[in-house]
């Protein structure tokens, strides 16, 4: 037994949930915290763990704010319900509770596209998942939720595995709700929108995405998924133009 915590958040993931449930069974506390599921998202979260809550959504940092508080453990591990634990990174994590040198690890991110898993020598984005709970906080972002570690944080080799994206529509759909969220953001921080910027922002994105990260070693897939990429920071100025034009 892994002395750990899980928590995960979710709503309506019965495609996926199982497979991120299966990959933690092993591990000391699994926390559910569901947002109003209508599927079997809960009947099969059931079969793995008792520790299911309900609460209505907060936002993804105050959520999983919420979540991570309902933990038990010295050390918590976040995953998504589309998610997966690999084997490595357990070993991993094992090791590192066992040594406890460090606060937390810095994870390498890699998403299955168009049905496949990236080329393992792009450049994967990265998150910290697996951390002391007292040394984690989230701020206080509307999207692209972030832990901040007071501590000592260590790079690791494993990967978590993500099967959100399972095709171009969900693709889309999470580009149009998330640059909403994002530009909803940065103008409540009365943040400006710039011509220049809008000009610019997505041929300098796709640069980002095909070249600097190397999604051209993922052959049509990477070039696909870096256009979409550079249109997601596109729609994110336009739309924070759109709301200064509003207000």
Known sequence: MIKASVYIICKDEEKHIKRVLESVKDFDEII?????????????????????FHQEWLGFSKQKQYAKNLCSNKWVLNLDADEELTIELKKEIQDTISQDQ????????????????????????????????EKGNYEDKLVHESI??????????GFIYDYGIVDLSTHLLKINNYSSLRAKEKNNKNKKSSLIKLILVMPLAFI???????NFLNGRRGFISSTNNAYYAFLK??????LEEKR
């Open 32 to 52: 559910v915290v569901d947002s109003g599921s209508t599927d079997k998202t809960l009947e099969i979260a059931k079969n793995y763990t008792n520790k299911i």
């Open 102 to 133: 460090i606060d937390g690890l810095d994870i390498k991110i890699s998403s299955m596209y168009l049905g496949k898993f990236n080329n393992k020598k792009s450049k994967f984005n990265r998150r910290v998942r697996f951390f002391k709970k």
């Open 237 to 242: 100025e336009s739309k924070l133009y759109e």
């Open 148 to 157: 901040k570690i007071d501590g000592k944080i260590k790079n690791a080799s």
């Open 208 to 214: 980002k995405s095909y070249i600097l990260k190397r």
